[in-house]
């Protein structure tokens, strides 16, 4: 009986040790799963995020891999992970559809790696 009880256990135990990552709620589905997977392929330690703005009459999400990569950029989507541009890279770039990124209104970080 013991063994029938963790044989019906486990899958249980290992969904939901699949989205350990700690991501605001009210995110799209899109964006959460971009966010669990960024949070696995990242290489760096630190600096990693996903942070959410309004960007040109739209909410935009900006995915930054994390501060151990000198050229490293950050990409932007929208809401159904639409990639609009990258930010940074080797030239620096600030720019996404033609206008600057430093007119977007930052709303608010759905995940950081600490």
């Known amino acids: 009986m013991k063994k029938a009880f963790y044989l019906l256990l486990a899958p249980t135990l290992l969904c939901t040790a699949c989205d350990e990552t700690d991501i605001e709620k009210g995110t799209p589905s899109c964006i959460r799963q971009k966010t669990i997977n960024l949070e696995r392929e990242s290489p760096c330690e630190e600096g990693a995020y ?65």
């Open 50 to 114: 996903v942070k959410e703005y309004l960007f040109q009459g739209k909410t935009v999400f900006v995915f930054e891999p994390g501060n151990c990569i000198a050229d490293g950029s950050a990409e932007v989507v929208d809401e159904g992970c639409n990639r609009l541009g990258y930010l940074g890279g080797f030239i620096g770039n600030t720019r996404i559809n033609g206008q600057d990124f430093s007119t977007a209104e930052f709303k608010r970080t759905i995940w950081e790696k600490k």
